[in-house]
């Protein structure tokens, strides 16, 4: 590993923080992590799973986030169907349906494990849709975002050696040109 995991949680940090501000989230929001601890390392998707890389991504997330009272929902890896981990009071609010499965590191991803194990109150759930995301490795957390996703790109492309895509969602514009719209 090039980067040591006080690096990763300070980039995972700057770009949580950078993202939190570009998409306007209030309290109650959902905030989507797709992370592969194995990009992170240098290794390849699903083939060099790092518990400590993922622990240090959600050390430098979930302080932020907890802080401003959005949630934040761990995207699990192809092996559990990208199912999420979240706050069982947050499945509650949006009516999500818990499913019965525990994200192991290499069954559902290192960084979901660390969610599983850190969150007060754990669940899985098979979809939900966020109002903003990061997507740390090419995990493709698009399928959980809000229908109208709209890329925010940050002063940092990478955490590790991952690549790092991110987005916020925002309302469909609809009713043509005469419309009036908010800007919010």
């Excluded at 401003?68 to 706050?87: D, F, S, T």
């Amino acid at each position: 590993m090039n980067f040591t995991l006080e690096e990763i949680s300070v980039q995972a940090s700057t770009a949580a923080t950078e993202l939190l501000a570009a998409a306007n989230l209030r309290p109650g929001d959902i905030f989507v992590v797709g992370c592969s601890s194995s990009e992170i390392v240098g290794g390849r998707i699903g083939k060099a799973s790092s518990l400590e890389a993922a622990q240090a991504v959600f050390d430098g997330i979930c302080p932020l986030v907890e802080e401003r009272g959005i949630y934040l929902a761990a995207q699990c890896c192809e092996h559990l169907n990208r199912a999420l981990v979240i706050e069982a009071d947050c499945a509650a609010k949006y009516g999500y349906d818990p499913v019965n499965v525990r994200p192991q590191p290499r069954a559902g991803g290192s960084f979901a494990a660390t969610a599983w194990e850190r969150f007060r109150h754990p669940v899985a759930v098979e979809q939900l849709r966020a109002h903003a995301g990061m997507d740390i490795g090419g995990t493709l957390i698009g399928m959980h975002l809000r229908p109208v996703a709209v890329p925010v790109r940050l002063g940092l492309d990478h955490i590790g050696q991952a690549i790092l895509l991110c987005a916020r969602t925002r309302p469909k514009f609809i009713g043509g040109s005469r419309a009036v719209y908010e800007e919010k």
